[in-house]
């Protein structure tokens, strides 16, 4: 059974940093993409970065390029999203997602399985 755990939100005043690390088992970890989403209230999920399996192959969201970088450590079968120069409206819980192909896509529906996500909230 493949799980996901996200872990490392909270809160941070705008221009602050927050790192978040998401754990996965159940799969071979080398082999998956992976994918950080967002979700504010009231708005609909939004893609924020995808790593392929290799690595070689990395997406931002417009909305984060430049302040957010997304990392992958295999032996740790851990996915990490460095976020810097926070804003309020970064202000979401972020998901985790995978996919077991390998292939890093921007669109959630290629993902098949999420964590339960980890609130970020950026305060002005």
């Known amino acids: 059974q493949v799980q996901l755990v996200e872990s490392g939100g909270g809160w941070v005043q705008a221009g602050g940093s927050l790192r978040l690390s998401c754990v996965a088992s159940g799969l071979t970890f080398k082999d998956a993409a992976l994918g950080w989403f967002r979700q504010a209230p009231g708005k609909e999920q939004e893609f924020v970065a995808a790593i392929s399996w290799s690595g070689t192959v990395i997406y931002y969201s417009d909305s984060v390029k430049g302040r957010f970088t997304i990392s992958r450590d295999n032996a740790k079968n851990t996915i990490s999203l460095q976020m810097n120069r926070l804003k309020p409206e970064d202000t979401a819980v972020y998901y985790c997602?995978?996919?077991?192909?390998?292939?890093?896509?921007?669109?959630?529906?290629?993902?098949?399985?999420w964590g339960h996500g980890t609130q970020v909230t950026v305060s002005s």
């Open positions: 997602a995978t996919r077991i192909d390998g292939v890093a896509y921007s669109s959630a529906d290629m993902y098949e399985y």
